[in-house]
T-cell receptor, first 110, second 111 residues
């Protein structure tokens, strides 16, 4: 069983569209995260939720809105997509200090 | 802001050789972790060292931490072609903090 699963794996869309990425973890972890990895492989945290409550919200445009319906799920909705949003988005979860990452969603905005 | 800085940025070695990767960081930490990322995949946790530890081993991995110099090193002994990947150090400042990653080191192990 995949511990942290993200869908879709690939997403190609036009500028201005709205899209969502879903994440689910079956590890029973309390905390979930969204990270963005740019073309130079630099990983930057976007959001963190602990038991459905937002605890970290980095300087991310308002077009990005996370939603956590329960502690096993953390979805990311992006409005009005821009070319600069093209990246790989990773979901992760943790219970204490060790993180488990999903395999990523490669978003390409054309 | 970025916390960890790895060096070198890229490393190419022959199979069987040892690979040493370094990481420096800026602020006091609770722990430091190393992750591996194979091409097109997610990150996999390799090893964690806490701020009160100086050295840890896990299989062919050896990690050291020098809090006075704010630096860590990851040694992979007897490298294999399958070790080819990007390696990231990440720092954790403690409760409710985020894991902050460096830029990563690309390791190529030639068979």
């Amino acid at each position: 069983d995949t511990a942290v699963s993200q869908t879709p794996k690939y997403l190609v869309t036009q500028m201005g569209n709205d899209k969502s990425i879903k994440c689910e973890q079956n590890l029973g972890h309390d905390t979930m995260y969204w990270y963005k990895q740019d073309s130079k492989k630099f990983l930057k945290i976007m959001f963190s939720y602990n038991n459905k409550e937002l605890i970290i919200n980095e300087t991310v445009p308002n077009r990005f809105s996370p939603k956590s319906p329960d502690k096993a799920h953390l979805n990311l909705h992006i409005n009005s997509l821009e070319l600069g949003d093209s990246a790989v988005y990773f979901c992760a979860s943790s219970q204490e200090v060790r993180y488990t990452f999903g395999s990523g969603t490669r978003l390409t905005v054309v | 802001s970025q916390q960890g800085e790895e060096d070198p940025q890229a490393l190419s070695i022959q199979e069987g050789e040892n690979a040493t990767m370094n990481c420096s960081y800026k602020t006091s930490i609770n722990n430091l972790q190393w992750y591996r990322q194979n091409s097109g995949r997610g990150l996999v946790h390799l090893i964690l060292i806490r701020s009160n530890e100086r050295e840890k081993h896990s299989g062919r991995l050896r990690v050291t931490l020098d809090t006075s110099k704010k630096s860590s090193s990851l040694l992979i002994t007897a490298s294999r072609a399958a070790d080819t990947a990007s390696y990231f150090c990440a720092t954790d400042l403690g409760a409710n903090s985020k894991l902050t990653f460096g830029k990563g080191i690309t390791l190529s192990v030639r068979p």
